[in-house]
């Protein structure tokens, strides 16, 4: 159980073009999911945190105009990276947590964005 | 505000050999947990192990275990009988245990761990 899917995996586009990224609990509900940024040998950059209902929570530097997240349900979070820029490729990795036994995060496999 | 370190940016090992990467936190909290997490060149962020700050005994699992070490804000990861597919990166993480904590995480930089046949 536990299963956290991410689509999609890999996305290569143009600059200026906006893409979205899903992240989707599979198998619980999710009280809070939450968005990352990595960089090339680097550790997780937090850039967001969403619960369902509610506006996003981005962390400090984190253009909310740019990156756009709906937590439309329980199982379902969206990233939308809008007007994409070259320096906007990354791999991005989403993670959910439910309640219980205590607020253990399952990880998304993660995307991949390139922009051209 | 709470910080994970982990000084060791690489370090590898001999297969079937024992390996001890470190961690040092920073906090004010009296309850959270602390966590290893093992990211493969997949990339799929895996929770090797799990340690709640209450608990003094350390946790193992399998050739997975911990050194807690609260006082001195110690949480060292030890692999024993290292395989090649412990080969990866290595963070450890800290949440905070409260009421109302959505559970973010505060992950350390990293430790990329090399297993040589």
């Known amino acids: 159980g536990a299963v956290v899917s991410q689509h999609p995996s890999r996305v290569i586009c143009k600059s200026g073009t906006s893409v979205k990224i899903e992240c989707r609990s599979l198998d619980f509900q999710a009280t809070t999911m939450f968005w990352y940024r990595q960089f090339p040998k680097q550790s997780l950059m937090l850039m967001a945190t969403s619960n369902e209902g509610s506006k996003a929570t981005y962390e400090q530097g984190v253009e909310k105009d740019k990156f756009l997240i709906n937590h439309a349900s329980l199982t379902l979070s969206t990233l939308t990276v809008t007007s994409a820029h070259p320096e906007d490729s990354s791999f991005y990795i989403c993670s959910a947590t439910r309640d219980y036994p205590y607020n253990e995060q399952f990880f998304g496999p993660g995307t991949r964005l390139t922009v051209l | 505000a709470q910080t994970v370190t982990q000084s060791q940016p690489e370090m590898s090992v001999q297969e079937a050999e024992t390996v001890t990467l470190s961690c040092t936190y920073d906090t004010s909290e009296s309850n959270y947990y602390l966590f290893w997490y093992k990211q493969p060149p997949s990339r799929q962020m895996i929770l090797v192990i799990r340690q709640e700050a209450y608990k003094q005994q350390n946790a193992t699992e399998n050739r997975f275990s911990v050194n807690f070490q609260k006082a001195a804000k110690s949480f060292s990861l030890k692999i024993s009988d290292s395989q090649l597919g412990d080969t990866a990166m290595y963070f450890c993480?800290?949440?905070?245990?409260?009421?109302?904590?959505?559970?973010?995480?505060?992950f350390g930089k990293g430790t990329k761990l090399s297993v040589k046949p």
């Open positions: 993480a800290f949440m905070k245990q409260s009421r109302g904590s959505q559970g973010n995480l505060i």
